[in-house]
T-cell receptor, first 112, second 113 residues
Framework: DAGVIQSPRHEVTEMGQEVTLRCKPI?????LFWYRQTMMRGLELLIY????????DSGMPEDRFSAKMPNASFSTLKIQPSEPRDSAVYFC??????????FGEGSRLTVL | GNSVTQMEGPVTLSEEAFLTINCTYT??????LFWYVQYPGEGLQLLLK?????DKGSNKGFEATYRKETTSFHLEKGSVQVSDSAVYFC????????????FGAGTRLFVKA
């Protein structure tokens, strides 16, 4: 299996631009998680899905952030408009056993 | 709500030293507990797990025992290697929390040759 695939690996954009991060989970996994990692705040859960349905989005920082999972093999995390404080590494993870997550390699976002 | 607290790092050890990284948790139900490891530039990887009280998880020489009475899940290794240098995260997941996985802040380990 190819594992969890995230794209892009690196994104540099200017403040105010729209950013879309993509994730392909491992086939057969019915949970998908989006995390954000920064030095200051550590690893934060933004949102997670079960069977493509958002279960808990309480970690989404504000309305500028949105996430979708249109089917079992694809999810997006969108930031519009982006701000410098959104700079972080964004991880997607999937699982079929609760707690046993498989992480992608992350998307490093820099907002100038 | 559920939470995980782990010892602050960094932890710096010499090769072959004994390692302990403390982790305590708060949960409303009966969580499963996990340790993950993150190497530079990579995502987290599951290192070991325990699903009920008194279970011992082990992998690659690391081990941790689920202690319900002290709500702890400390990570130990008898003899660390330079290649163990990484960030270690304690985590929990339980039905009461909707199975979302909560991570501690992470503890960075440096092992010197």
């Amino acid at each position: 299996d190819a594992g969890v695939i995230q794209s892009p690996r690196h994104e540099v954009t200017e403040m105010g631009q729209e950013v879309t991060l993509r994730c392909k989970p491992i086939s057969g996994h019915d949970y998908l998680f989006w995390y954000r990692q920064t030095m200051m705040r550590g690893l934060e859960l933004l949102i997670y899905f079960n069977n493509n349905v958002p279960i808990d989005d309480s970690g989404m920082p504000e309305d500028r952030f949105s996430a979708k999972m249109p089917n079992a093999s694809f999810s997006t995390l969108k930031i519009q408009p982006s701000e410098p404080r959104d700079s972080a590494v964004y991880f997607c993870a999937s699982s079929f056993i609760p707690g046993e997550l498989f992480f992608g390699e992350g998307s490093r976002l820099t907002v100038l | 709500g559920n939470s995980v607290t782990q010892m602050e790092g960094p932890v710096t050890l010499s090769e072959e030293a004994f390692l302990t990284i403390n982790c305590t948790y708060t949960a409303t139900g009966y969580p499963s507990l996990f340790w993950y490891v993150q190497y530079p530039g990579e995502g987290l990887q599951l290192l070991l797990k325990a699903t009920k009280a008194d279970d011992k998880g082990s992998n690659k020489g690391f081990e941790a025992t689920y202690r319900k009475e002290t709500t702890s899940f400390h990570l130990e290794k008898g003899s660390v290697q330079v290649s163990d240098s990484a960030v270690y995260f304690c985590a929990l997941s339980d039905r009461g929390g909707g199975f979302k996985t909560i991570f501690g802040a992470g503890t960075r380990l440096f092992v010197k040759a």
